[in-house]
């Protein structure tokens, strides 16, 4: 019986692993993949848009090279601190469901060898949002050379590559795509980018479709995915088949609501928005508390690092430690871009 498991060795599961060391506790971390797995699945050499110090945890500097830390210095760094804080992790290790039952919580976990029980008294669910893409739905997209992630523009040397997706993951793929060679065009079914683009990728985005470097088809919506082309309906009822040797679709990502649903955890229907107690994040189900990005439903940019980091103490803290997280958190856990 371990007095608490975190689900999710991400930024927010890590801190919160933390919080609990500091009140005497040792959680057992578990992570589906390595620690900080959605990290590791960022394009390789990617910045990160917060200055290092707002992606810190348990008060570890984070030093790196340029303003803002790459993916590769954020990898070091949480590496280094579950390290010198001598977190219990396990890693690869998947949460399949859990319940509570009369003597604790009940776990299954999935690992490579198959599957096994584990039990706590308090279950955290730090599992973000970055291993369930958005998908179009659409016939062809389990096709082998249609991507639901970006790692490096190299890929597309020399190929048609079709991006659909109209924010910065999409934006982001689609320059470096093209500065390795490819020939690309970008497909967004809303009328111009979403205004969240970050403010130094909208010029450079829109000179090169202007420049017609990068072709773009806004309004554009995804048909089917052939083995050669990308099919997108046009605005006269008509289709049209875009040349595709490789498809990257960035729409986005949502929550594992199917595990919160085998736990028992009541979800918004609309907004995926969970059952929780803003002041102690636990969930409607007695012992399992919700952290991170996870506690967002489908609004996935109102909780990131720089303002999820605090979840653990107010899981793991006292009424004196979350009225102090409260006043952080107005200043801090506003949705991103206000
Ligand atoms: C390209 C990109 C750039 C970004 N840049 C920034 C930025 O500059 N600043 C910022 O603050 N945020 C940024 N974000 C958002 C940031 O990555 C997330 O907000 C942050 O990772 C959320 O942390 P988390 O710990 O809640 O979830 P995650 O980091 O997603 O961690 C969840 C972990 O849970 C694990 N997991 C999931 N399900 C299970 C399961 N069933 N069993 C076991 N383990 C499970 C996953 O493997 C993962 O490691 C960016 C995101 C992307 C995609």
């Known amino acids: 019986m371990e007095d608490a498991i975190i689900v999710g060795a991400g930024p927010i599961g890590l801190a919160c692993a933390i919080s609990a060391k ?8 578990l992570d589906a993949g390595a620690i ?6 960022y394009p390789i050499g990617m910045h990160f848009f917060t200055t290092p110090e707002r992606l810190e945890i348990g008060g570890h500097p ?3 090279a340029g303003p803002k830390a790459t993916r590769e210095e954020a990898l070091k760094y949480y590496r280094g601190v579950v390290r010198t804080e ?11 469901t859990a319940g509570r039952e009369a003597d604790g919580i009940r776990c299954t976990v999935g690992t490579r060898l198959g599957e096994e029980t584990l039990w706590c008294r308090t ?25 639901h992630y970006f ?5 597309g040397y020399g190929l048609d ?14 320059l470096q795509l093209y500065r390795a060679g490819a020939r690309v065009t970008l497909v967004h079914r809303g009328p111009a980018f979403s205004r969240s683009v970050k403010y130094w990728l909208r010029p450079d985005i829109e000179n090169r479709i202007a420049a017609g470097e990068i072709g773009a088809r806004f309004g554009g919506t995804v048909q089917r995915i052939d083995a050669d082309a990308v099919v997108i309906g046009t605005a006269d009822g008509g289709e049209q088949a875009l040349p595709a040797d490789l498809v990257y679709v960035l729409i986005g990502f949502h929550p594992d609501f199917a595990l919160l649903e085998r736990i028992g955890i009541h979800c918004d229907p609309d907004s995926g928005r969970p059952t929780i107690d803003p002041e102690t994040l636990e969930t409607n189900v007695a012992g399992v508390y919700l952290a991170g990005s996870a506690t967002a439903g489908r609004s996935i940019s109102e909780i990131f690092i720089e303002n999820g980091r605090f979840d653990g103490e107010k899981i793991f803290g006292s009424a004196a430690d979350r009225a102090r997280v409260d006043q952080q958190y107005t200043s801090i856990r506003r949705p991103r871009g206000e």
């Not at 001598?86 to 399949?96: E, K, Q, S, Y």
């Not at 590559?161 to 689609?174: D, H, I, P, Q, R």
């Open 151 to 155: 790692d490096e523009g190299h890929l």
């Open 22 to 29: 500091r009140r005497g506790g040792d959680p057992l971390v």
């Open 86 to 96: 001598g977190i219990r992790t396990r890693t690869f290790a998947r949460l399949l």
């Open 36 to 41: 900080t797995n959605s990290i590791v699945h």
């Open 62 to 64: 984070l030093t790196c």
């Open 123 to 147: 279950l955290v669910l730090a599992t973000g949002y970055f291993d369930h893409p958005n998908r179009l739905g659409v016939e062809g997209e389990d096709r082998p050379h249609v991507r």
């Open 161 to 174: 590559v079709v991006v659909v997706g109209g924010k910065n993951s999409a934006v982001e793929a689609a």
